[in-house]
Structure formats: structure tokens, C-alpha cells
């Protein structure tokens, strides 16, 4: 009788960068699933890289092993370690929840969104286990949402036709999905990640809208109705923090360094802590130091009725652009990188953790793209125009 094949397999997949990703092929009743194990074998070319090398094969296969006892403990009837049984409804549930708690209205809002499509996509969801989770289920989401979810508005009397989801809709829908999986699998809620391996849904680059300085010089000097989102914008203009961190911005994170005032906080959206020196202005723009526990900046209103103050007072110094709070911190990337400050500086006052998000900034403000243009010689005037020959 020929032995049956090992359900779990460590396997090797060379990456771009010339290393070796390790990873474990599981084939379990038909089903093959892939657990990327972030382990990696490097080119070898000294002893200490093979010894390297052998150390991480082992820290591999100790993994396949263990991945191994879980599955037969399971298969055999033993107790599982894992919930599989449990609601996945549930659990995405109490996730919104906890971001209803902790995050901002926008981001709960798109948590609660993904869910009305995951229940159109799959109308017995509140009856499904962990179990029933599967790289089938995952990928049938995403064939959803790239081809049949629609918008809709939250009164059905104004639907008049459905609307396709917006590119960056599906991107960050099922991000949610995956979001879901991840930390079930974190939490050893389900012994293998069905999302694993499976490939996200492509964002759309999006428009980078900012003010020049000449733009910005010109809307401080034009009056808004509203004075604390004038303040609270112009702030965020000279400074790149986002609207989240201006509104939970309190007195005791201010702090005298020298000549400088600096700011310490932690970021809402990453929760990193930052250190952030002012320039001069910026610090004008605060006013009169007041409690600690004060606010620094006064109420700014809801997001909808800031971004239509924005719209008039930009229409009323003549500035045509879509201009939303959020490009305040748009317009203080370019403007730092138009003054010549290196892509490593921005992206640190910015609290990027990675250069590459700040790079996008780079390739709006890109001189050199504009030098070269300049120097496109002329090829509509006469020749008559030009130098004339020598005889």
C-alpha cells in the first residue's frame, strides 16, 4: 500500500529581492491553503550565512510540525486548541464595536459597510462558523466586490439606478475581510487563515490636492465664516497634522524646547508617538496657552459642514480647487519638499512609517519632471522668427 502524502508541506518561493520565502502548503480535504511563515533563507556567502540559514530551517520545520499535531489532534477527535465553531458574525460584529470605541466615525462607518456587502454577497452570513470561512468563500467576496457590489443610498426612495463601488470602496472592504481573518487566526480562533495568500484588491491612485504657497498666503488673508476652522486648517497647512490629532490636541502636549515649541502625541490613526518642533507661525495660529487639560484648538464642526466652510472661503479668495481638510496636510508635504527638504525629513514630520507613502508626495512635486519640459525648444514659431543664417 503506497504511504498517503503529508497534509502539511514546507515549501520554498524565491522573492524579488533574491531571498527565499519559506511557507507551509496544507492540503486538507481538497482544500489547499498556503501559511507564509515571514522566514527567510539568505543568499549564502560565508559560513555564518549558512549556519543562518540551518538555524532558520529548523525554526521552519519545528512550525510544520506543530501545524502537524494541531491538525491530527483535530482529525483524531481530540480537544482543538482553536474556536472554529464559534460565529464569524459575532466576532466581525464585536470588532465594530471595538473601532466604534477607539476609532473615528469614518472608519467605523466603512467597517459597518463592508458588512452590509458581506451580507449581500452571502445572505446565511449570521448562520456561518469560522469553519465555513475558506479560501472559496474569501475569493467569492472578492469576485463581489470587483464585479457585482453596487453603492446605495441609505434611503431606498433616492436609489433611482445602482451605482458601481468606487475602486478604493472595494479595496478597503475587503481589507476588512482580511483585517477579520488576520487577527482570528492571531487570537487561534481558526487554525489556518483562509485570506493568506490570496491576493488584495488594487487601490486606485488617488488626487493629491494642495495649495501653493502663493494660494495659501492668499487664503489667510481672506476672511471665513468660521474662524476656528480658519485657525484649525491653516495649523494643519503648516504643521501636516491631520484633522484627528488637531481636535485631540491638548495644552499639556505642548512643550518650550529652546527657541523652538514642540509638540509630543501619539497619532490616532497609527497610535506612534511623535515629536514635532513648530515653525513660528504655526505657533501664532494656537493663541493663548491655556489648562492642560484645555483643548487647543476650538470645535471645528462635523467633517461635511468644515469641508463646505473650506469650499467657500477658498471660492472667496478666487481659489478654485476641491480643497478638504485632509489637504492641509497635502499642502504641507509639497510645500517642505518644494523648499528642498529631503524626502527623509518629510516623511518624518509627516509620522509616515514607511518612506514609500511619502514618495507620493516626491512624484507630485517632481522639479526635475518640470525642468526638463522647460527646455522643450520652441516648435510652433516661424522659422522666420529665428536667427537668420550667415552668409
Not at 525554526?59 to 491538525?71: G, P, Y
Not at 472559496?136 to 434611503?155: H, M, P, Q, R
Request: one cysteine or more.
Amino acid at each position: 500500500m503506497g504511504q498517503s502524502k503529508e497534509p502539511i508541506r514546507l515549501r520554498q518561493r524565491k522573492t524579488p529581492s533574491g531571498l527565499i520565502s519559506l511557507y507551509l502548503d496544507i492540503y486538507l480535504n481538497g482544500t489547499r491553503t498556503y501559511e507564509y511563515l515571514k522566514l527567510y533563507l539568505i543568499p549564502e556567502t560565508s559560513r555564518q550565512d549558512r549556519q543562518k540559514n540551518l538555524e532558520t530551517m529548523k525554526l521552519a520545520e519545528a512550525i510544520r510540525a506543530k501545524r502537524l499535531v494541531e491538525l491530527q489532534n483535530s482529525e483524531y477527535g481530540f480537544k482543538s486548541p482553536f474556536k472554529e465553531d464559534s460565529s464569524f458574525y459575532d466576532y466581525y460584529i464585536a470588532m465594530c464595536q471595538e473601532r466604534f470605541k477607539t476609532e473615528t466615525m469614518g472608519n467605523w462607518g466603512n467597517w459597518r459597510s463592508a458588512l452590509k456587502h458581506l451580507l449581500k454577497y452571502e445572505p446565511r452570513l449570521k448562520q456561518l462558523k469560522w469553519r465555513d470561512i475558506d479560501k472559496d468563500f474569501v475569493l467569492g467576496f472578492k469576485k463581489y466586490l470587483e464585479t457585482e457590489a453596487c453603492a446605495w443610498s441609505e434611503d431606498s426612495r433616492e436609489r433611482t439606478k445602482d451605482r458601481p463601488l468606487a475602486r478604493n470602496s472595494k479595496v478597503s472592504y475587503f481589507n476588512k475581510l482580511r483585517a477579520c481573518c488576520n487577527k482570528a487566526y492571531d487570537e487561534r480562533i481558526i487554525a489556518y487563515n483562509p485570506i493568506r495568500g490570496v491576493e488584495g484588491i488594487k487601490a486606485e491612485e488617488g488626487k493629491r490636492m494642495y495649495l501653493t504657497i502663493d494660494e495659501l498666503r492668499l487664503l489667510a488673508q481672506t476672511e471665513c465664516h468660521y474662524p476656528s476652522v480658519k485657525r484649525a486648517f491653516l495649523f494643519s497647512c503648516l504643521t501636516g497634522l491631520r484633522r484627528s490629532d488637531i481636535e485631540r490636541l491638548k495644552w499639556r502636549d505642548v512643550y518650550q524646547q529652546g527657541e523652538f515649541t514642540r509638540i509630543i502625541f501619539n497619532q490616532k490613526k497609527t497610535n506612534g508617538l511623535e515629536y514635532l518642533d513648530l515653525a513660528p507661525e504655526a505657533v501664532e495660529l494656537m493663541g493663548t496657552r491655556g489648562k492642560p487639560d484645555d483643548n487647543v484648538f476650538d470645535w471645528i464642526h462635523t467633517p461635511s459642514c468644515t469641508n463646505d466652510a473650506l469650499r467657500d472661503w477658498c471660492l472667496a479668495a478666487g481659489i478654485r480647487k476641491r480643497i478638504t481638510f485632509h489637504c492641509g496636510r497635502h499642502t504641507f508635504a509639497t510645500m517642505m519638499l518644494d523648499l528642498g527638504t529631503d524626502l527623509y525629513t518629510v516623511s518624518k514630520l509627516l509620522g509616515h512609517k514607511e518612506i514609500g507613502t511619502t514618495q507620493i508626495y516626491a512624484k507630485v512635486m517632481d522639479k526635475n519632471k518640470q525642468a526638463a519640459v522647460a527646455k522643450i525648444p520652441s516648435v510652433l514659431s516661424s522659422a522666420e522668427d529665428g536667427p537668420e543664417d550667415e552668409e
